[in-house]
């Protein structure tokens, strides 16, 4: 026979996959359901503890136990900065996202702070700038509802971006566009880019910030942005929970031996 925290987490786990609780709503708190006589307080505690092993729910301090998104949002690779987005639309890269993964959005839900920061040892190398060099840091919290999806900050030369949109902490996106557009606004046309991405174990900050389940890593993104010429006019780290997204591309498969041919 099954100790009875283990009938309780079947029994909530059955419930969450009918849709009696819905993505993002909190489960209710160990007291009420000790009151209703589902059992103890422990026994309420590993039943929940139960849940969030096997990735139903997260819970956190402050949160309580809430039901996780299960259809992951599509991460769109190289469609997500479609310049007929950013540039002639209002179709910022999150919200891209939320887009092609037929899920709702708020502008808000994307929330910012902007500091002149010494840049950090990578920043540097790939702005080509001494380490130590003064940078603007946009440093992003972006949500889905309640839930926090990922991190993202932004690092820029001053030049570059002093005195216009990017630099305004107001909550959301950079205006009309984004960031992509207030550069394309200063003279600074996207061209190219360079991502990079790997997974790893996620720091106590992250697990806090992100309201991740034990033992869940993240997903770390490295963005490098040039112009035509080769400016790099932003460099961006990423940190994103793992579970939460599914990472997509979609390119036109290189064939190099057909332009070498071509040149004798």
């Known amino acids: 026979m099954a100790p009875k925290w283990r009938e309780l987490a079947d029994k909530l786990a059955d419930e969450i996959r009918r849709g009696e609780y819905a993505p993002g709503q909190q489960l209710p708190q160990i007291r009420e359901l000790v009151a ?34 299960q259809v992951p949002l599509k991460r769109l690779g190289i469609a997500r900065y479609d310049k007929a987005k950013w540039r002639d639309s209002d179709e910022v890269a999150f ?4 887009v092609a993964s037929g899920r709702s959005y708020r502008r808000n839900e994307q929330t910012q702070t902007v500091n002149l920061v010494e840049a950090p040892p990578a920043v540097a190398d790939a702005h080509g700038l001494p380490e130590g060099a003064q940078v603007y840091a946009r440093a992003r919290l972006v949500k889905e509802g309640d839930q926090p999806t990922h991190t993202l900050t932004s690092y820029y030369r001053p030049e570059h971006v002093e005195g216009t949109r990017i630099v ?5 996106p950079a205006g009309r566009g984004g960031g992509f557009r207030v550069l394309y606004d200063a003279g600074y046309e996207i061209d190219h880019m360079r991502e990079s991405i790997f997974a790893r174990a996620a720091t106590s900050d992250e697990v806090k910030l992100l309201q991740l389940p034990a033992g869940e890593p993240v997903v770390e993104l490295h963005r490098t942005t040039y112009t035509a010429s080769g400016t790099v006019v932003e460099f961006a780290i990423g940190v994103h929970a793992a579970s939460r997204f ?7 498969v290189p064939d190099s031996a057909k332009g070498e041919k071509g040149q004798e």
């Open 36 to 69: 209703e006589g589902a059992g103890s307080k422990s026994t309420v505690h590993q039943a929940y503890k139960a849940l969030e092993v096997e990735g139903l729910v997260t819970s956190s301090r402050g949160h309580g136990t809430v039901v996780r998104q």
């Open 95 to 98: 919200i891209a996202d939320r």
């Open 168 to 172: 305004d902490p107001t909550p959301g």
């Open 246 to 252: 599914a990472w997509e591309y979609d390119f036109k």
